[in-house]
């Protein structure tokens, strides 16, 4: 299995742009979890899906995140527009159910620069 | 809320020697997992151990060990033999159900 693939690795863009990281998580897992990592705050859960619907999304920072789920193999986070403060890696990861024995796989994380 | 402490922000320890990563978490509930993840300068989030709350009996992996105190919320992470690829940053974690919540990390140096 290739794993939790995250898309692009790396993005730098200039403040007010629209940024879209992409995932697409291990066949046959149905919860997907967004996660960011700062310094300043360190590891956070923004939002995740089980079965594709959005279950917690307290972790959303504001109105300029939002994150899709269209189907089983694919989940989009989007920041519009952009901020400096919203530079951080960020991790999607998936699990067989969201039960708590479900062991989350983690993606390779996106950079995100934001100038 | 749940939350996950980690004391230690850096640890070092000589290679072959035995370090251990400290963690303690707050949480009202009784069946619940905790996990320790490491993730070396490729950032790349590895699971290294898990235990369920339910089980008495300490987890293990090989060179990797806990000591898990319900009653005292501790969840300790051993490492024997360290290797100098055991050098990255430690993540302890709780999951209750849904999403994991995080320790701010232990970066462990191992000196050669």
């Known amino acids: 299995d290739a794993g939790v693939i995250q898309s692009p690795r790396h993005e730098v863009t200039e403040m007010g742009q629209e940024v879209t990281l992409r995932c697409k998580p291990i066949?046959?897992?149905?919860?997907l979890f967004w996660y960011r990592q700062t310094m300043m705050r360190g590891l956070e859960l923004l939002i995740y899906f089980n079965n594709n619907v959005p279950i917690d999304d307290s972790g959303m920072p504001e109105d300029r995140f939002s994150a899709k789920m269209p189907n089983a193999s694919f989940s989009t986070l989007k920041i519009q527009p952009s901020e400096p403060r919203d530079s951080a890696v960020y991790f999607c990861?998936?699990?067989?159910?969201?039960?708590?024995?479900?062991?989350?796989?983690f993606g390779p994380g996106t950079r995100l620069t934001v100038l | 809320a749940q939350t996950v402490t980690q004391s230690q922000p850096e640890m070092s320890v000589q290679e072959a020697e035995t370090v251990t990563l400290s963690c303690t978490y707050d949480?009202?509930?009784?069946?619940?997992?905790l996990f320790w993840y490491k993730q070396p300068p490729s950032r790349q989030m590895i699971l290294v151990i898990r235990?369920?709350?339910?089980?008495?009996q300490n987890a293990t992996e090989n060179r990797f060990s806990v000591n898990f105190q319900k009653a005292a919320k501790s969840f300790s992470l051993k490492i024997s033999d360290s290797q100098l690829g055991d050098a990255a940053m430690y993540f302890c974690a709780y999951r209750r159900t849904g999403q994991l919540t995080f320790g701010s990390g232990t970066q462990l140096t191992v000196l050669p």
């Open positions: 235990q369920e709350a339910y089980k008495q």
């Open positions: 990861a998936s699990s067989l159910r969201s039960g708590t024995s479900g062991e989350q796989f």
């Open positions: 949480t009202s509930e009784s069946d619940y997992y």
């Open positions: 066949s046959g897992h149905n919860s």
